[in-house]
């Protein structure tokens, strides 16, 4: 692999170029690692799920609040149909491959029957007090062949010993312990960096390097999702849009732990860093409805299915994940309204993006240094509407800038242009007929390399 060595001086002016481009230039007047960062293969699993579905479930389902505050009675967690089957089936049927589950939101009210406190499922009256939420969620995902996935609140507004550093720390242990050792494989934990006061009006310092190398020992081929990662980055907003440009290589001291914050921060959560030195790409969460868990006065503010595809395009197509939050009804059901749009978000997914026109021809590369081109001849005109773009990410991700354009038989025209590709890059934009598209990408190494080229016509 001599030519990883050679990229280095090429790649420290592309990356300058890439950073003018992306209007970073403080964050890379570094020189580039000669060894560009990949993912590992649980990175690689979790991107190519591309839309992970959120359940938001909990005491403040029945409560209509959005943060508990620690001192609900465990009895008025009390759905009435719950059918984790159903949220498992609405989630697969909407082409979702991953569901990740509140084990413990900041109420501290735990969903599985937990040794470690008695606010838990074990104290509420559902199924008798034999109940389990954690249980139920994670053998229908395994029924509906979805990914299982976890998030415990680290600020526990019910935990007595919240605030009391080694003590509440080994209660969380405790608790991730129960989660990641008794439920088969998980494939993301999911935390966030909330630190409120507890009970006592104290605040905790959390371990986190304690926690994530529990999570390493017990879910080895789990990805641990944070702020700070260190596997999956938050994308710096709750809108479900990845920055433009999409980096998914960090410099890791710039968000040195969850919950950090400053403008530097969200920059580097948002674009990442072209010459970071983790591999850590961006998670972007939005929830269907204006909170985050289930109030009946929603109902009729439920995003609608062209919403959620212009999110799939804001995240998903611009090399992130789209971790959509569909919340449980008191109930204990994924509600219609939100079943319908996922539903149809899938249907006009489909109908835009069934037919590649350029998967029946050859496409034809060029590359000279760190250019690459791409020529597809169709023949005769055809309507070219929505470009996908994507890096063999298995080796990095390289492209800083990119160019589609289609003949339209005197001349070339652009069709779309932009910054990074990485896993997956869409374009939308007006029809235009064109009989040759043209593909021209530029790398930061010294040597471009093919991407996959698809495109779609107008979908009717
Ligand atoms: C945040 C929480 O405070 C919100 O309630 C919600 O769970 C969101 C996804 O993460 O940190």
Not at 55 to 76: I, K, M, Y
Not at 139 to 155: F, I, N, Q, T
Not at 200 to 224: E, F, M, S
Not at 379 to 388: E, G, H, I, K, W
């Amino acid at each position: 692999m001599t030519t990883r060595r050679n990229f280095v001086t090429a790649a420290a002016t592309a990356a300058a170029a890439a950073a003018a481009a992306a209007g970073h230039r403080t964050l890379v007047a570094r020189p580039l690692h000669a060894a560009r960062p990949a993912p590992t293969k649980a990175q690689l699993a979790w991107q190519r799920d591309e839309l992970a579905l959120f359940l938001h479930f909990g005491v403040n389902t029945f409560t209509n609040r959005e943060w508990g505050d620690g001192h609900e009675d465990p009895a008025v967690f009390a759905p009435t149909a719950l059918d984790a089957r159903q949220w498992a089936r609405s989630a697969a049927s909407a082409g979702f491959r991953s569901m990740i589950l509140t084990a413990k939101h900041h109420d501290g009210f735990c969903l599985w029957p937990t040794r470690t406190t008695s606010h838990s499922v074990a104290s509420s009256g559902w199924r008798g007090g034999k109940g389990d939420v954690v249980r139920e969620f994670v053998d229908a995902c395994r029924a509906e062949g979805l990914h299982a996935g976890l998030y415990l609140s680290p600020w526990d507004r019910n935990a007595r010993a919240y605030g009391d550093l080694p003590r509440y720390n080994a209660m969380y242990a405790a608790q991730l312990t129960e989660l990641l050792t008794a439920y088969g494989s998980i494939h993301e934990v999911w935390f966030d960096g909330a630190n409120g006061e507890g009970p006592n009006g104290k605040r905790q310092t959390y371990d986190w390097p304690g926690v994530w190398g529990l999570v390493r020992k017990l879910q080895p081929g789990a990805v641990i999702f944070s702020d700070a990662g260190p596997d999956v980055r938050w994308i710096g907003n709750e809108n479900g849009a990845a920055g433009d440009p999409n980096w998914s290589t960090v410099d890791p001291s710039v968000v040195p732990y969850p919950g950090a914050s400053g403008d530097q921060v969200i920059r580097t959560l948002q674009h990442g860093d072209p010459a970071g030195t983790a591999w850590r790409p961006g998670e972007s969460d939005v929830s269907i409805r204006p909170g985050w868990f289930y109030h009946p006065a929603e109902n009729a503010a439920v995003k609608s299915p062209d919403r959620l595809v212009d999110l799939y395009f804001s995240s998903v197509g611009r090399n992130s994940k789209l971790l959509l939050n569909v919340p449980p009804t008191n109930e204990g059901l994924l509600h219609a309204n939100d079943v319908a749009s996922l539903v149809t978000m899938r249907r006009q997914l489909d109908a835009l993006m069934k037919d590649d026109i350029v998967a029946r021809h050859h496409v034809r590369w060029k590359i000279a240094g760190n250019q690459g081109v791409a020529t597809i001849d169709f023949d005769r005109p055809v309507l070219v509407a929505t470009s996908d773009l994507g890096e063999s990410i298995e080796d990095g991700q390289c492209v800083s800038t990119y160019r589609v354009e289609g003949w339209t038989g005197d001349s070339w025209q652009l069709l779309s242009r932009g910054t990074t590709i990485g896993y997956r890059k869409l374009d939308r934009f007006p029809a235009v007929a064109c009989s040759r598209l043209r593909v021209t990408v530029k790398s930061m190494t010294a040597k471009a390399r093919p991407v996959r080229v698809a495109a779609y016509s107008p979908s009717r």
